[in-house]
């Protein structure tokens, strides 16, 4: 069974840094894509980046360029999420998933893991 | 950016009712649509992709349908276990968006 497991998440005060980690286990994580999204307090999803198997290949959502940075340890089976330059309106469930088997580089999430919290205030 | 547009935001039914909400995108997309369940305080889990097929383990209950621009998710007779919020996503190309959800709540 597939389990991702994100930590590193907390209060955090603005213009700071933070990296988010997530663990997979139950896959073969070195042929897995993999994704982060975010869930802002009572709003909906926002896809934020993706990274290819061997991490070669990134893609970032357009408005965080810059500030948010992903990369992979697939030595470790782990997945990171480097954010710079903490704003307000970063506060939010930040998730990662995995591709789907089925859909290959398209942007289809399963399983996702069970998200760690990141709020940022002074 | 492609835009997809839930409606209805919040719906109420009661058990057994039929259910339908409606994803438009904001150009065609195909049929590369996802549909998420997420219940209270829980991640998101995939039910639907490429508009109609069935995740693995998905109660059959559960349908999709539509291309181009307009996608339909349908639960055949609602369940208790069904309340959650549902999301659309598109998958046509990055950068992959979400519809902002419908809210099923259950009489």
């Known amino acids: 069974q597939v389990q991702l497991v994100e930590s590193g998440g907390g209060v955090v005060q603005p213009g700071r840094s933070l990296r988010l980690s997530c663990v997979a286990s139950g896959l073969v994580f070195s042929n897995s894509i993999m994704h982060w999204v975010r869930q802002a307090p009572g709003k909906g999803l926002e896809w934020l980046a993706v990274m290819s198997h061997d991490g070669s290949i990134t893609i970032n959502e357009d408005s965080n360029k810059g500030r948010f940075t992903i990369s992979r340890d697939n030595s470790e089976n782990t997945f990171y999420l480097q954010i710079n330059s903490l704003r307000a309106e970063d506060t939010a469930v930040y998730y990662c998933a995995k591709e789907s088997s089925s859909s290959g580089w398209a942007g289809v999430f399963d399983p996702w893991g069970q998200g760690t919290l990141v709020s940022v205030s002074s | 950016d492609i835009q997809m547009t839930q409606s209805p935001s919040t719906l109420s039914a009661s058990e057994g009712d039929r259910v339908t909400i409606t994803c438009r995108a904001s150009?065609?997309?195909?049929?590369?649509l996802a549909w998420y369940q997420q219940k209270p305080g829980k991640a998101p889990k995939l039910l639907i992709y490429?508009?109609?097929t069935l995740e693995s383990g998905v109660p059959s209950r559960f349908s999709g349908s539509g291309s181009g621009t307009e996608f339909t998710l349908t639960i055949s007779s609602l369940q208790p276990d069904d309340l959650a919020t549902y999301y659309c996503?598109?998958?046509?190309?990055?950068?992959?968006?979400f519809g902002q959800g419908t809210k099923l709540e259950i009489k």
């Open positions: 996503q598109h998958y046509n190309r990055y950068p992959v968006t």
């Open positions: 150009q065609s997309i195909t049929n590369w």
């Open positions: 490429k508009a109609s």
